[in-house]
């Protein structure tokens, strides 16, 4: 599976960005999906998470009630729909995937995206 981010950008305190990863192979629909981030000097952190279905989704703390991730298996893309950002969710944002099961942990993960920058301003 080959996953290609993209997206992201610069954008002021409250405003909103949609992430996008496009995955290759015809068996995406198996995937269960992930975003994560990694702000300069920081490990790269969970953000939210999506099962093979698209029934289940978990996301991080610091995410909840303003980032929404969801998937398209019609098109093999999976979004992160990002609203209210903050200066702290600046960092550069990477999708992966993994049959079947994904979840929080990094590890999980088999398949990374390139990574697609996001600059929130203050």
């Known amino acids: 599976v080959q996953l290609q981010a993209s997206g992201g950008g610069l954008v002021q305190t409250g405003g909103s960005l949609r992430l996008s990863c496009a995955a290759s192979?015809?068996?995406?629909?198996?995937?269960?999906m992930g975003w994560f981030r990694q702000a300069p000097g920081k490990e790269r952190e969970f953000v939210a998470h999506?099962?093979?279905?698209?029934?289940?989704?978990d996301y991080a703390d610091s995410v909840k009630g303003r980032f929404t991730i969801s998937r398209d298996s019609g098109k093999n893309t999976v979004y992160l729909q990002m609203s209210s950002l903050k200066p702290e969710d600046t960092a550069v944002y990477y999708c992966?995937?993994?049959?079947?099961?994904?979840?929080?942990?990094?590890?999980?993960?088999?398949?990374w995206g390139q990574g697609t920058q996001v600059t929130v301003s203050s």
């Open positions: 992966a995937a993994n049959r079947i099961s994904g979840g929080t942990k990094r590890n999980n993960y088999t398949y």
């Open positions: 192979g015809r068996t995406f629909s198996t995937y269960a």
């Open positions: 999506i099962s093979w279905s698209g029934g289940s989704t």
